[in-house]
């Protein structure tokens, strides 16, 4: 039985002790779920890494980084460097989220430039890649998909892919407003997914997690999670509190489970 992924990104919600206080009982709550079953990580805010690299056991909860620069130094006004990361004790990086390419105008480019970086520096890297509603209009999905997937892991090498996960999140389905996407619309373009993975890496590709995220909730958990060529689910709001969202690891584990 594959190893599930649910995990978080809190964006620019929770300060220090808010974090640091949900992340203990996130922890508490799910440490009886074994890891081997399970990869349960979190995204907080930069100023909570420090804080919570030291108190929070990434045994338990992987933490990770929203965002990094593909340099190491130089002259980058607020930006994060990866040796600031490895400082603190991050374990994983976030590259590619829509609002990095839709508000901040990162490009794919850009995307790859980091992924390297990452990997270059020992960190997971978590690519995220989505198509807009007027992509999604024309069908042009899975086109944009492969574009995201081919440029932004150009370069990367094979013994590095233990260490890539992809995030498939349509920009339409994320945010305050977004809407779900249908269990068939995000299997179907997960396949596209992991056949492109394939295409780039050989059979080897296919074992590169997948999660879907997209206004994941405890009314679509289940019905996401069994599908086949989904092997987690990066989840938003329905994850900021640490009761919900041990609720739904649960209810979506035992779903799959009952296959």
């Given at each position: 039985m594959k190893k599930l992924y649910f995990g978080s990104n809190l964006k620019m919600y929770k300060g220090i002790q808010q974090t640091e206080d949900y992340l203990k009982e996130l922890v508490k709550l799910t440490s009886d779920i074994s890891r081997d079953e399970i990869e349960l990580f979190i995204i907080p805010s930069y100023t909570s890494l420090e804080r919570v690299g030291k108190t929070?056991?990434?045994?338990?909860?992987?933490?990770?980084?929203?965002?990094?620069?593909?340099?190491?130094?130089?002259q980058f006004t607020g930006e994060i460097s990866p040796l600031m990361l490895e400082e603190v004790?991050?374990?994983?990086?976030?590259?590619?989220?829509?609002?990095?390419?839709?508000?901040?105008?990162?490009?794919?480019?850009?995307?790859?430039?980091?992924?390297?970086?990452?990997?270059d520096h020992g960190f997971t890297t978590l690519l995220c890649i989505g198509e807009t509603a007027e992509e999604?209009?024309?069908?042009l999905g899975p086109e944009?998909?492969?574009?995201?997937?081919?440029?932004?892991?150009?370069?990367?090498?094979?013994?590095?892919?233990?260490?890539?996960?992809?995030?498939?999140?349509?920009?339409?389905?994320?945010?305050?407003?977004?809407?779900?996407?249908?269990?068939?619309y995000a299997e179907r373009m997960h396949k596209e997914i992991k056949n492109c993975l394939v295409e780039l890496f050989g059979e080897e590709g296919r074992e590169i997690p997948a999660l879907?995220?997209?206004?994941?909730?405890?009314?679509?958990?289940?019905?996401l999670i069994v599908q086949p060529s989904i092997d987690g689910l990066f989840v938003g709001r329905a994850?900021?509190?640490?009761?919900?969202?041990?609720?739904?690891?649960?209810?979506?584990?035992?779903?799959?489970?009952?296959?």
């Open positions: 929070i056991d990434q045994k338990y909860v992987k933490l990770g980084a929203q965002n990094m620069c593909w340099e190491e130094q130089g004790g991050i374990k994983l990086v976030m590259i590619g989220h829509s609002e990095r390419r839709h508000v901040f105008r990162e490009t794919d480019e850009d995307e790859s430039k980091k992924v390297r970086c990452g990997l999604k209009k024309y069908d944009v998909l492969r574009t995201q997937l081919k440029v932004g892991l150009s370069g990367v090498k094979k013994e590095d892919l233990g260490r890539v996960w992809v995030a498939y999140e349509p920009v339409w389905s994320i945010g305050v407003n977004g809407t779900p996407a249908t269990a068939d879907y995220g997209g206004s994941v909730n405890p009314g679509n958990a289940e019905e994850a900021w509190q640490a009761d919900k969202f041990n609720d739904l690891i649960r209810m979506a584990k035992k779903k799959y489970e009952s296959q």
